[in-house]
Every structure is written in C-alpha cells, then in structure tokens.
C-alpha cells in the first residue's frame, strides 16, 4: 500500500456512501484491514444538502484521503456534482465506485478514468482499493 496523503503511515480510504449501516460496515472493515477509514454520507446529510467541496473546492475529508470508494447516486444532480467536484479538484486521486451496469452505461463518459466495479462482497471492495493505491505509486 502507498501513502500519499494524511499524515499517517496506513492509507487513508474516503467511504462515499448515503447508506448509514452499510458505511459504517465498510470502515469497521477497512479498519480491520489495516487502513485508516473515514466516511461521508454525502450531501443530503449536510446542513441545507451542501457540500463545501462543490462551493468552494475544499473538503478536509477528501484532502486526506488517498482513495476514495464512491457509492453515491450519479443519476442525482446534487451527489453527482460532489463527484464531479471530486474530479476536477483532486484528478489525480484514485475513485473507485461500486456500481451497477445499467448506471454504469448511463455515466459512461464521466467515469473515464475512475476504477468502476460492479457490487462485490467486501473482501474484494478491499482487494480493489489496494490495487487503486498501488496504481498511483
């Protein structure tokens, strides 16, 4: 695994996820597999459904993490424009999106150069994000 950003020697994933139960079972897991995991639920849980980094660019999250796992719902304006902040401010950080085929052939054109894989268990989430870090060293 790679550092790249954080302060910490464990690499930081950011878990972009509007789902409470499911989020937090993504970081206990990364956790457990030796990464630092912080999370998001994007903006609908923000006061007034905003997002700093679409703003103003800034989101002390997102300027930690070292990967991002994105299972937001591109085909809503408002967490689509955090992934699209999230492009256009930080190109060079690796996006890694779990989504299904039908969305997946309706953003084809935005998902150029982000890692998208169709929903898998969560060992292979973690198998995936690895290979992520280990793309940008």
């Keep these: 695994m790679v550092r790249t950003s954080g302060g ?3 690499p930081y994933v950011l878990i972009e996820h509007n789902d409470l139960e499911r989020r ?9 597999r ?3 995991a912080i999370s998001c639920g994007g903006p609908r849980v923000l006061p007034d459904a905003v997002c700093s980094l679409v703003v103003d660019g800034q ?3 997102v300027a930690v993490a070292d990967v991002i796992l994105y299972d937001l719902d591109l085909d809503d304006d408002v967490e ?8 256009a401010t930080y190109p060079m950080l690796p ?4 989504l299904p085929l039908a969305t997946t052939s309706r953003h084809r054109e935005d998902l150029v150069g982000a890692i998208v894989i169709p929903p898998f268990d ?3 989430l973690v198998d995936v994000v690895d290979d992520a870090l280990n793309r940008v060293a």
Excluded: Q, W
Aim: hydrophobic residues 50%.
């Design 34 to 36: 030796g990464f630092n």
């Design 24 to 32: 937090h079972a993504l970081m206990e897991h990364f956790l457990a």
């Design 59 to 61: 989101c002390p999250l």
């Design 95 to 98: 996006l890694v999106l779990e």
């Design 122 to 124: 969560t060992d292979h």
């Design 80 to 87: 689509k424009a955090v992934y699209n902040a999230i492009r």
């Design 8 to 10: 910490s020697p464990l």
